[in-house]
């Protein structure tokens, strides 16, 4: 198409986007989260650069700014007008540059052929708030200043056409015009780029001086920790409180006893306690007893020599001499028979154990970790489990944190497995959508990190590669939990269409000639009818207190009255 006059299709697709969602202090345009913030404290913010980067850097980071939204933008309109018409779809962009209030765009030009890598597009923009701002703070300019924005029509319009698209102000009404201008097409056809391709690109002297401020960051944290712990992901009270126990008991050899829910991650724990400690190089070695046949826990454990019972043909050493000089990890505890329980307190008072049908004993040095998610005590009062070796396992208990006691770490975790499960199935994401990351702090994760581990490779599986995780990859059950939370604010929407209800509406009124006394009166009749007589019901329906209801009833008989006198 071309020169033609082009018309934007009605934005109510766009609006129903926008939720207010007022009671948890959110916005969202579909599933990114939004801020209403005043222009003046972004005009603000804006002056700051300037003042502080100067012009040239304060220019690139605007620009790269409004590209981010740009390229955010264009992910919505395919989503939303795909089935559309390739202008249309295209509209989605300044429609909402209009709809997020940034400035007023008139389609001028557009000529777009996306298979074959064609675009030219002129746009004119009026009330544009950059300009404005501009103008208020440093007076009339001579060159164009509408960074933000140009860099949002360069962003929006590459990500939707699948190359780079330089947007450039050819006039600005910061530059004394009765609008600003604004031209663009792939960036190969602009003979002077090069001018403007620089404020596009990450790398420039501030972002090396923050490279740098983060590598001494990163030094000094590194220094104050000394040790890496591998998939231990955490920084929120609970996990830090817990980190430091386990921190503590690694310089000992004391026995630890990690309990917690299923799916908390104790193993985690016990593998970096096994770390951090001076053990670090000897072996580790994890046993789940609840996985074990009962005839089976005390050779698998301890050992075995031939001849020990039909079918030990070899002699096989058990678990804890493949873990001497290193860690074992007893997980599920609470399900190891009785005999073998006899045999563990032996090996942690004596540090001795003894092969089945051996009668040597043979020393080992094992740091063991237990670890369990059932109650010990109550175990112990029914007989299930020896008081001995309870007090002797119990001497170091380390509680490990549900997830939802530590739901600030989830946005850690959560893009650490993003990236783990990504890297497995050869995928690379450009992150989580904001929606679905609140949806994955606020659930309830009853089956704790090994939940939101499988959700999150789930995700990995059906999101798109190089695209973004969004809500309903992740699973069913969680977007129906936010559907439900998100029902708490039904009222949020972005209301265009009881505008237009309301519109109808008074076409009909108008139309049918009635005064407004009389429209009043019949509404109240009909409340009351509705109502079955019940006053305080009637007056419910009306949005009314009772006395409202009874003075407005009393009022318009009086009316009535007089009229018929
Ligand atoms: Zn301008």
Redesign the pocket.
């Known amino acids: 198409m071309k020169n033609t006059k082009h018309r934007y299709p009605h934005n109510a697709d766009l609006r129903k986007l926008i939720r207010f969602s007022a009671e948890d202090g959110t916005i969202w345009l579909a599933e990114h989260r939004m801020l209403l913030l005043h222009a003046a404290a972004l005009g603000g913010l804006r002056k700051e650069l300037l003042n502080s980067v100067g012009h040239e850097q304060a220019r690139r980071i605007l620009t790269r700014m409004g590209y981010v939204s740009g390229t955010r933008d264009a992910e919505l309109a395919k989503k939303i007008r795909g089935h559309q018409s390739i202008t249309d779809a295209f509209f989605v962009g300044p429609q909402l540059h209009m709809l997020e209030g940034s400035v007023c765009v008139t389609p001028v030009r557009l000529d777009m052929d996306i298979s074959a890598g064609k675009f030219f597009g002129e746009f004119r923009?009026e009330n544009?708030w950059?300009?404005e701002a501009h103008v208020k703070e440093f007076g009339p300019q001579s060159e164009?200043?509408?960074w933000m924005?140009i860099g949002y029509a360069s962003g929006y319009t590459s990500a939707f056409v699948g190359r780079f698209v330089l947007f450039k102000?050819v006039e600005?009404?910061?530059c004394g015009t009765s609008h600003?201008t604004i031209v663009g097409k792939p960036v190969e056809e602009w003979p002077d780029a090069d001018r403007y391709t620089p404020y596009y690109e990450s790398d420039s002297i501030v972002s090396k001086l923050l490279e740098l401020r983060t590598e001494v960051d990163v030094l000094r944290s590194s220094l104050e920790q000394q040790y890496q712990v591998k998939n231990l992901v955490g920084d929120s009270p609970a996990f830090r409180r817990t980190y430091n126990l386990v921190a503590k008991a690694a310089s000992t050899n004391v026995t630890v006893l990690l309990t917690g829910e299923t799916g908390v991650g104790k193993e985690r724990f016990a593998r970096a306690l096994h770390d951090l400690s001076s053990r670090r190089d000897g072996p580790f070695v994890a046993v789940n007893c609840a996985a074990l046949p009962d005839d089976l826990v005390e050779s698998e454990l301890f050992g075995v020599e031939k001849g020990a019972f039909t079918g030990a043909h070899a002699s096989r050493a058990g678990k804890f001499e493949r873990a001497d000089g290193g860690t074992i990890f007893l997980d599920e505890i609470g399900d190891m028979p009785l005999p073998a329980q006899a045999k563990l307190l032996r090996v942690l008072q004596e540090g001795e154990i003894e092969r089945l049908g051996d009668d040597r004993t043979r020393r080992v040095n094992v740091r063991v970790v237990a670890a369990t998610n059932a109650d010990l005590e109550a175990a112990v009062k029914t007989g299930r489990f020896r008081s001995d070796l309870y007090y002797r396992l119990n001497v170091y208990p380390i509680a490990v944190p549900p997830l939802r006691e530590r739901a600030a770490d989830i946005p850690a975790m959560a893009v650490a497995m993003l990236e783990r499960f990504g890297t497995l199935h050869g995928k690379r994401f450009a992150g989580i959508t904001d929606k679905a990351m609140q949806a994955l702090k606020r659930f309830p994760w009853p089956g704790n990190v090994r939940e939101l581990e499988n959700m999150i490779e789930r995700g990995v599986i059906l999101a798109a590669n190089e695209g973004w995780v969004e809500l309903d990859h992740l699973s069913p059950c969680l977007e129906s939990f936010a559907r439900l939370e998100a029902g708490i604010s039904e009222l949020g929407g972005l209301e265009e269409k009881r505008s237009v209800d309301q519109s109808r509406l008074c076409d009909a009124i108008l139309a049918s000639g009635c005064s407004l006394e009389k429209i009043e009166s019949m509404l109240l009749d009909e409340a009351v009818q509705r109502a079955g007589g019940n006053l305080a019901g009637a007056a419910r329906l009306l949005g009314l207190s009772r006395p409202q209801l009874s003075y407005r009833l009393k009022r318009n008989q009086n009316s009535r009255d007089h009229l018929e006198a």
Do not use: D
Request: proline share 8%; aromatic share 8%.
């Open positions: 923009w544009s950059e300009a164009p200043v509408c924005l102000e600005c009404v910061a600003c």
